[in-house]
């Protein structure tokens, strides 16, 4: 008994170690971080050669995908969701359980609080179109690797080219140096306004970190007020 106290105890302290190194990772980048063979593509993403000119249609088009080894381990295709003609385009990293259970994003903790957030700024779901770098879930929420970005990625691009979004928000590290194909901290990105494709892209924290560590709600808040400005500035109609 005693011994599995102990155990769960010197478990738990993994985990909070493991969850402190990857926050610390996550804001201030630094060479210990090497995710096993993921984010550096140096190669412009394949535009996927398709004519069709329809979110759904595109759905449905990809949505068997096995063109990588996530296919198989997948319970659902998590395309992304909210409005086809959305101005204003979230990009998380890939699906967590719950996500990969449903079907849709951002549905766990993490998406609780990008609702609450999109509300304090007067958004919605309906607002907004949201999606992650890759559709399917990666075994125990690892990082994404570089094949897995590589087969996945120009099915975000398309999905852009077909929403037509005036600025894209880039939810966490991982999200930004996987778009930008650079390999630097979320503090450095933060703040500027970088060109992806053509398209607007800010960066600012995974709202995952933003319960890991509230110490970073009140920069985000100020991200997210920009953000909103941002929008509000470019809005269509
Ligand atoms: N984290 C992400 O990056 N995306 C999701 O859809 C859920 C959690």
């Given at each position: 008994?005693?011994?599995?106290?102990?155990?769960?105890?010197?478990?738990?302290?993994?985990?909070?170690?493991?969850?402190?190194?990857?926050?610390?990772?996550?804001?201030?980048?630094?060479?210990?971080?090497?995710?096993?063979?993921?984010?550096?593509?140096?190669?412009?993403?394949?535009?996927?050669?398709?004519?069709?000119?329809?979110?759904?249609?595109?759905?449905?088009?990809?949505?068997?995908?096995?063109?990588?080894?996530?296919?198989?381990?997948?319970?659902?295709?998590v395309?992304g969701a909210?409005?086809?003609?959305?101005?204003?385009?979230?990009?998380g990293?890939?699906?967590?359980?719950?996500e990969?259970?449903?079907?849709v994003p951002f549905?766990?903790?993490?998406?609780?609080?990008?609702?609450?957030?999109?509300?304090?700024?007067?958004?919605?779901?309906?607002?907004?179109?949201i999606?992650n770098?890759?559709?399917?879930?990666?075994?125990?929420?690892?990082?994404?690797?570089?094949?897995?970005?590589?087969?996945?990625?120009?099915?975000?691009?398309?999905?852009?080219?077909?929403?037509?979004?005036?600025?894209?928000?880039?939810?966490?590290?991982?999200?930004?140096?996987?778009?930008?194909?650079?390999?630097?901290?979320?503090?450095?990105?933060?703040?500027?306004?970088?060109?992806?494709?053509?398209?607007?892209?800010?960066?600012?924290?995974?709202?995952?970190?933003?319960?890991?560590?509230?110490?970073?709600?009140?920069?985000?808040?100020?991200?997210?007020?920009?953000?909103?400005?941002?929008?509000?500035?470019?809005?269509?109609?």
């Open positions: 008994m005693l011994q599995n106290v102990m155990l769960t105890t010197v478990s738990d302290k993994h985990d909070q170690i493991k969850t402190f190194i990857k926050e610390e990772l996550e804001i201030f980048g630094g060479p210990l971080y090497q995710p096993e063979d993921s984010q550096h593509i140096e190669s412009e993403p394949q535009p996927v050669n398709s004519e069709i000119n329809d979110l759904s249609v595109f759905n449905d088009a990809i949505k068997n995908c096995m063109s990588c080894p996530l296919g198989a381990s997948r319970n659902s295709f395309f909210g409005n086809p003609n959305a101005d204003l385009m979230f990009v990293e890939a699906p967590g359980e719950r990969d259970m449903e079907g549905v766990g903790r993490a998406g609780k609080l990008l609702d609450d957030i999109l509300k304090a700024i007067d958004l919605s779901r309906d607002d907004v179109f999606a770098v890759l559709k399917c879930r990666p075994p125990n929420n690892r990082d994404p690797k570089k094949d897995e970005i590589e087969a996945c990625e120009p099915y975000l691009i398309k999905q852009i080219e077909l929403i037509k979004p005036k600025l894209l928000v880039a939810l966490g590290r991982i999200s930004a140096m996987t778009l930008l194909r650079k390999k630097d901290s979320l503090t450095a990105m933060r703040g500027q306004v970088f060109n992806y494709h053509g398209t607007d892209l800010v960066v600012t924290y995974h709202p995952a970190a933003l319960l890991r560590n509230p110490n970073w709600k009140r920069p985000a808040w100020e991200d997210f007020q920009k953000i909103r400005d941002m929008y509000r500035g470019n809005k269509r109609g």
